[in-house]
């Protein structure tokens, strides 16, 4: 099962980033590869995220539940899509008032060996450089 690990040193406070990754429907205006997103609250406090992703010319939807705990974790884990499994989270630890740690990790497995071949390389190479996406946006938003 591929697993992702990064791991970075920020120069933002723990709030400004914990809000950028947790605002699903911002995604389209700074991903590019990220055609659209929802995101939908549930009774339980959960949140259903849905990302309509594109990358070169292969659509791949896809939605989890995500469980917030401002601002230092949101847990990722499969509601639908072509995965089998899928479990990660953004952590998100404060070093001091301006800086902060992100620890991102993600584990998947798709549902079946045709899947995993015509998208298991995009999915991972989107996931490769999710957190650069969301350093350099949280630049712009300085």
Not at 10 to 24: A, D, F, G, H, I
Not at 37 to 66: H, M, R, Y
Not at 101 to 117: A, P
Request: charged share 20%; with cysteine.
């Amino acid at each position: 099962m591929p697993k992702i690990i990064k791991k970075s040193l920020v120069q933002r406070p723990v709030e400004s980033m914990y809000r950028l990754v947790e605002n699903v429907e911002e995604y389209p205006n700074f991903l590019p590869w990220c055609e659209g997103s929802s995101s939908i609250i549930q009774a339980d406090g959960s949140i259903v995220a849905t990302l309509d992703i594109v990358f070169k010319g292969i659509p791949l939807t896809f939605s989890t539940i995500n469980l917030h705990n401002p601002p230092n974790k949101i847990t990722m884990k499969l509601s639908k899509g072509p995965f089998k499994s899928m479990y990660g989270y953004w952590e998100f630890i404060e070093i001091d008032k301006s800086s902060c740690q992100i620890n991102f990790f993600l584990e998947y497995s798709f549902s079946n060996f045709i899947v995993e071949k015509t998208t298991g390389y995009i999915f991972n190479e989107l996931s490769q450089s999710l957190m650069d996406s969301f350093i350099k946006q949280s630049e712009k938003n300085e």
